[in-house]
């Protein structure tokens, strides 16, 4: 076994301790945020990005309810199927929390049931591959 590389981690301001550190590395966009990019304005900017070479895939298959970006148009249609990709779709049916059903649970009105939203996976285009 060798040495731990993590050293001098006590009261240091400038270093993340690497329980943040792994916490947040693989952290993906809320709920609320998915919802922001499902506004057709938004998923068609999304959707029809320009060629990005940093990005996997080159920024072209992107799945708009995971916030997720695939290798192909393969990898893509296979995610669709998966149980991770049915669960997102599953918690993105219920309508995100607003400031107004914050004030409505703190007593400041009635309580009203969040609608649901009619959810269902993007459409791919074939000719992309």
């Known amino acids: 076994m060798g040495k731990s590389k993590q050293t001098g981690n006590h009261n240091s301001d400038k270093k993340k301790s690497i329980s943040k550190t792994w916490k947040t590395k693989r952290r993906t966009k809320d709920l609320d945020q998915i919802h922001a990019d499902m506004k057709p304005e938004t998923a068609a900017k999304l959707l029809h990005q320009k060629v990005d070479v940093d990005v996997t895939g080159c920024a072209q298959h992107y799945c708009l309810h995971c916030a997720r970006y695939f290798v192909d148009l393969r990898s893509m249609k296979e995610h669709f199927k998966t149980k991770v990709h049915k669960r997102q779709l599953k918690k993105l049916r219920e309508e995100p929390y607003t400031q107004a059903e914050a004030e409505r649970a703190a007593g400041m009105g009635s309580y009203i049931q969040p609608k649901k939203v ?11 591959a």
């Open 118 to 128: 009619e959810v269902k996976t993007q459409d791919v285009e074939e000719d992309m």
